[in-house]
């Protein structure tokens, strides 16, 4: 039972434009949410969270948007650099179970 | 502040052997977690560890064990190991939790 999905395996936006990349969640009690950015040979680096009390968190480029009603939370990427290009998990987590749990991951390819 | 180390970083093991993975966290860290990582799959949470003890655990065989020690680092053994073993072997440090995970470049182990 995946409970995180990312059901675009790959995405590419051009350099300067805005990226996307979604994910859905089936667990109503999931109630803090991560993106995490993953180069080829290294472990996934940390990118910015939201908690369910919120809709909404922004970090320089990165903003992530949590909609609970939907069990949908998105990261934008404005504007896109080819140095973005990677692979992007999101996890999701219920407090008190110490358990993180990833979607398969959507590989972002930036074009100059 | 220095990240996660995880030794060794490569390894090639025979079916049926086993191995031994080692995870030193963030300092002040005291919440490690591991996942496999296999194409297509995302990350697979293995287990969690705070304070020398297992909080949780994932849906894998009694094969894979792990534990943690009082300073903190933590191991993980797979015992007779099998070809579907072969994957990326992530480890992961946290305060506690909600907080976002820190991930080490992780182990990669290939079973022949």
């Known amino acids: 039972d995946q409970q995180v999905k990312q059901n675009s395996p790959s995405l590419s936006v051009q350099e300067g434009r805005i990226s996307i990349l979604n994910c859905d969640y089936t667990n109503s009690m999931f109630d803090y949410f991560l993106w995490y950015k993953k180069y080829p040979a290294e472990g996934p680096t940390f990118l910015i969270s939201?908690?369910?009390?919120?809709d909404k968190n922004e970090d320089g480029r990165f903003t992530v948007f949590l909609n609970k009603s939907a069990k949908h939370l998105s990261l934008h990427i404005v504007p896109s650099q080819p140095g973005d290009s990677a692979v992007y998990f999101c996890?999701?987590?219920?407090?008190?179970?110490?358990?993180?749990?990833f979607g398969t991951g959507t590989r972002l390819k930036v074009l100059a | 502040k220095a990240g996660v180390t995880q030794t060794p970083r490569y390894l090639i093991k025979t079916r049926g052997q086993q191995v031994t993975l080692s995870c030193s966290p963030i300092s002040g860290h005291r919440s490690v977690s591991w996942y496999q990582q296999t194409p297509g799959q995302g990350l697979q949470f293995l287990f969690e560890y705070f304070s020398e003890t297992q909080r949780n655990k994932g849906n894998f065989p009694g094969r894979f064990s792990g534990r943690q020690f009082s300073n903190s680092r933590s191991e993980m053994n797979v015992s007779t190991l099998e070809l579907g073993d072969s994957a990326l072997y992530l480890c992961?440090?946290?305060?506690?939790?909600?907080?976002?995970?820190?991930f080490g470049p992780g182990t990669r182990l290939t079973v022949t």
């Open positions: 992961a440090s946290a305060p506690g939790q909600p907080y976002e995970q820190y």
């Open positions: 996890a999701a987590s219920e407090t008190g179970t110490y358990k993180y749990i």
């Open positions: 939201i908690s369910s009390i919120k």
